[in-house]
């Protein structure tokens, strides 16, 4: 549940200009989700939420840039837990997670924000990333089988 909370947490923050905790925690709760403020803000400490001016110029909640991939935080807990092996096809970096992990581990990739990634889509248990070439694949494939538990 909370991999699932997480990558929630990071879809609404991209779609919502998200100010407060409290603010969080109703859309949270619109989607389903019954937690404390506490776990909230738990879960932006997890995540390294942050706040940013938004273009209207008030501070809202913004995934970090640039995560590098020894730091210990909850993008790296959430993909250590989901990704089961990660392969190549061309272009195409293919992640197979557990069932129903797909969601949460593809939106901490795209949080991310990797240059060499055009986009992604995830199903159930499989996530297609398409990178800008072939080497750029390779080596995000790398990159990715380093969370491999």
Known sequence: MKLNRHAKILELIKQYPITTQEELLLRLE????SVTQSTVSRDIKTLRLQKSHGLDGKYRYSAPTGIQPDVKNGFTG???GSVV???LAQNIVVV???SGMASAACAAIDSMNLSQVVGSLAGDDTIFIACTDNQSA????DSLKDYIV
């Open 85 to 87: 092996s990660v392969d």
């Open 138 to 141: 390779s080596g995000l494939r």
């Open 78 to 80: 959430i993909l250590s």
């Open 30 to 33: 619109e989607e389903g989700y």
């Open 96 to 98: 197979k997670t557990f």
